[in-house]
């Protein structure tokens, strides 16, 4: 016997979230054959090509596949996928480079360490993690993000590593020790983790970090940045745009040399 856990959109095609299923060495496959046999047919129907399937916390794609077994005792995580994005994950391309956003709920167990061990865990992904109050909205982080990858590919990058250049430009700073210090991650509060990678290896990423994320940019950080960076309601009133505070951001990024 097994238990198969329903998550997100997945628990609408079921009555309960948990099923326990009295079986064992059981494929992939012959599961989802046997959920869509169990699903009540008046429910919504259960997308089984856009999700993840994850036995005890790891995708099942990084093993064999829907040839993966399913041991007595195992939990099977059901884990809807939306491409493009969804509340708790947002992911897009730049420069050939596939780049997942998750926000980690602040917690006093989760460190630098927490980072540390996952560039450990997962050395083909690259890790920076901003606090979550240094970030607007998806419009702002995507921009900062291509200011990093442009100062890459001309070969001016605020220090060695991509990562770094683009804490420092959410940071505002051409200081290593000063963006660690503002925007880094600080106990007990929230942040925005962007992983680079292809893009088998961040949705294994995404399975492991999804109890622990929460929606993305749910909090207005204006206030806080526009104290934070001294932004006046007269430079606001200068810029003629539709994201003027982003905007505002984004160009003061950009000089940085």
Partial sequence: MFTVKLVGG?????????????????SIQELIDLLLDLKPTDSPKLDTENVLIAINGADSSAMDGKFTK???NDLVSIIPIIHGGSSKKMTFEYSKKQIQIIEIKGSKSINI??????????????????????ILNAY???KIISLSFESEKNNILLSNKLETDILMRFALTTQISDAIKNAGIKPQLSFILIAIGNKKTLDSLYVELLPLSTNLFSKNNAPYLKNHFKITKKHLDSIHSKNTLEDILIEKAAILV
């Fill in 10 to 26: 997945a628990k609408k095609s079921f009555p309960t979230e948990y099923l326990e299923i009295d079986k064992s060495d059981i």
């Fill in 70 to 72: 399913i041991k007595n």
């Fill in 113 to 134: 360490k927490f980072i540390d061990e996952l560039r450990k865990k997962y050395p083909k992904i690259l890790f920076q993690a901003v606090s979550s109050n240094f």
């Fill in 140 to 142: 702002h982080l995507k």
